[in-house]
């Protein structure tokens, strides 16, 4: 059974920064496929960022502003956010793929405004 709870979401100003973590419970492997998505509202879900053995790929809109680091030991998967828009506001989650099933996180807000 895996579990995953993410924490660090609020409401930040144009240009400033936010790091959102996610911790996994259950047995993790390094080649499993982790990273964070988001959705807007009235919008659908779409990828920000996912890490797999060692390779990481971004949606081109947070290229350059967003980091997405792992600690395979801790089972944590970190989103460090710079230069954040309004259109970053989202609803972010964490995702673990494992086995092809799809597990997620509860989300947490994040509010880009001034």
């Known amino acids: 059974q895996v579990r995953l709870v993410e924490s660090g979401g609020g409401l930040v100003q144009p240009g400033g920064s936010l790091r959102l973590s996610c911790a996994a419970s259950?047995?993790?492997?390094?080649?499993?496929?982790m990273g964070w998505y988001r959705q807007a509202p009235g919008k659908e879900r779409e990828l920000v960022a996912s890490t797999k053995g060692g390779t990481t790929k971004y949606a081109d809109s947070v290229k350059g502003r967003f980091t997405i680091s792992r600690d395979n030991a801790k089972n944590t998967v970190d989103l460090q956010m710079d230069s954040l828009k309004p259109e970053d506001t989202a609803v972010y989650y964490c995702n673990l793929v494992k086995n092809v099933i799809n597990y997620w996180g509860k989300g947490t807000l994040v509010t880009v405004s001034s």
């Open positions: 259950g047995t993790i492997f390094s080649f499993n496929d």
